[in-house]
């Protein structure tokens, strides 16, 4: 069998797993997913049906001149009609969610001493002593198919004679990626840290007291009456959460800015033992964090303010926690030797994908064109009602409703079915691999290094939509859906500033 031949094969198959993947679809996310689309349509449904149902009595323009010169002489009848119109605006507005818009944001790039070859990785590990010839070389396997490149960091406790983890250094490592983060961001924002009445902080596996946010108040001396939140063992979809949190306590306080800090914690999670679950996290997590403002008009044009960059038009939670496969397949516990570590188990694909299945059927009635809105719903009611072998699956092309994707870079496997499940370009996941390739697994800010890289290239214009996808422990997928309000320049330093003409770099595939 020549190359063309296997070529062939290899697209069958893909197509295959395509097809396959949607065979299982419930209609009860589209319903949601409509539910979500159609609580607001009603209100502009509302003037042409009454217009209609006019018609339907007989009246005529003279009838309809005849009742306006009766609505002039009798005047209780104006004002009733009036104040029926006044309750209906009234009402349609306080339905209306208050638009959220993201300022700006920013990525933290650590020191060029903290970067960690996939040479120095496996050194590193060797070094310790703890590990056995069998893990060496599991990790060095991992390691050159994960997509990782040779510049991702690690905190300093990995480079280490004897690497013992501390509070002590957790807290460093936590507050040298937060601090820096948050200070770029008011650099770029001129927003004073008093400023901001929202403060969430989340990190999944490093939870001290007093909290993470407590350090970010303590550090830029923010307001007494400041509401802060912190997030932990939420995993890698913490972010999104953070934002939707962000969203909704803006409704309440749409007169203050929002912060939303996500990062993760390596030094008192690195896993020490020889079970092969647990040392996947060790070959692909690496050190990362961002933070990000969010305002409402009222606060984004109070006084002197860059203009927004995105307004959140949508974000879409799935929790699959319900069902014991999703629960444990990303499980914090000990090995047979009692060393902690965070177990991936051999369903995480299988849940994820489950979980990513959910979430975009619900959201894709919400940003699909009606093209392809019809054709899926049409497509999925004649499966069910015919037989699912009958027909085959429609599936949609949401690259029709979204110009950037940003998929959690958990891994080159993850990417791999994602692109091949959505029928995605190179080009589409180029960000999300080339911040796997640069930084690595950064847990709950994967998603703002792959919008940087996006950013940095030139490419986000005025009415561009992104699309952002995490997933976490729970197990949990959840989107964000972002529309460019300008068009986005590279400008100033950043986390891809030194870089970035060096990327794209080539990706190598494994079978």
């Known amino acids: 069998m020549d190359q063309h031949d296997l070529n062939l094969h290899k697209e069958e198959r893909e197509k295959k797993k395509q097809i396959s993947w949607l065979t299982s679809v419930k209609l009860k996310y589209v319903k949601l997913g409509y539910w979500d689309a159609s609580r607001h349509f009603v209100w502009f449904v509302a003037l042409p049906v009454l217009f209609v149902a006019i018609a339907s009595l007989g009246l005529g323009r003279h009838d309809l001149h005849r009742l306006c010169e009766a609505l002039h002489y009798h005047l209780a009848n104006l004002l009733a009609c009036t104040a029926a119109m006044v309750f209906a605006a009234t009402l349609y507005a306080f339905s209306r969610p208050t638009p959220v818009y993201l300022i700006d944001f ?24 703890r ?76 939870v001290p007291t007093p909290s993470l946010s407590a350090a970010i108040v303590r550090r830029f001396g923010m307001r007494g009456n400041i509401q802060s939140y912190n997030l932990g063992g939420m995993g890698c979809s913490a972010g999104v959460i953070a934002v939707a949190l962000a969203r909704d306590l803006l409704q309440v306080h749409p007169e203050t800015l929002a912060m939303v800090v996500s990062t993760e914690s390596c030094t008192l ?19 990362g964090g961002a933070a990000l403002l969010l305002a409402t008009a009222a606060s984004a044009t109070s006084s002197r303010r860059i203009k927004p960059k995105y307004e959140l038009v949508h974000a879409v939670r799935t929790h699959k926690g319900a069902s014991d496969e999703s629960y444990q397949c990303v499980f914090q516990d000990e090995d047979s030797s ?22 975009i059927t619900t959201l894709g009635p919400l940003i699909l064109p009606v093209s392809e809105q019809l054709c899926f719903f049409a497509t999925l009611v004649a499966r069910k009602l015919l037989g699912n072998r009958k027909i085959k699956p429609y599936i949609p092309d949401f ?113």
């Open 106 to 129: 920013a990525c933290y790039k650590p020191p060029d001493e903290l970067k960690c070859s996939r040479d120095r990785f496996i050194q590193a590990s060797r070094s310790t002593g």
């Open 131 to 206: 590990f056995t010839q069998e893990s060496i070389d599991f990790q060095r396997k991992i390691v050159d198919r994960s997509g990782l490149g040779d510049e991702t960091y690690l905190p300093p406790v990995v480079f280490m004679a004897e690497p013992r983890g501390s509070m002590a250094l957790a807290r460093e490592e936590t507050e040298m990626v937060m601090f820096s983060a948050v200070e770029e961001l008011l650099d770029k924002t001129q927003i004073k840290a008093k400023e901001v009445g929202i403060l969430i902080v989340n990190c999944s596996l490093f």
């Open 269 to 287: 999670n690195w896993y020490h033992g020889n079970d092969r679950a647990k040392l996947l996290p060790n070959c692909i997590f690496r050190m």
């Open 338 to 359: 009692g060393t902690i570590g965070v177990n991936l188990s051999k369903d995480l694909m299988a849940q994820a994908g489950d979980a990513l299945k959910t979430n």
């Open 399 to 511: 690259k029709l409703a979204v110009e950037h994707f940003c998929i959690h870079a958990g891994g080159r496997a993850v990417l791999d079915a994602i692109q091949h499940n959505l029928g995605l370009s190179a080009r589409h996941l180029e960000p999300s691999r080339m911040t796997l390739h640069r930084f690595g697994n950064t847990s709950s800010s994967s998603l703002w290094y792959e919008l940087g890289y996006a950013e940095a290239k030139g490419r986000v214009r005025r009415g561009h939509r992104v699309w952002q996808i995490a997933f976490g422990s729970g197990f949990k997928c959840n989107s964000a859906v972002w529309v460019a309000l300008r068009d986005v320049e590279p400008r100033g330093p950043g986390a891809w500033s030194d870089c970035i003409d060096r990327y794209p770099v080539p990706v190598v595939a494994f079978d």
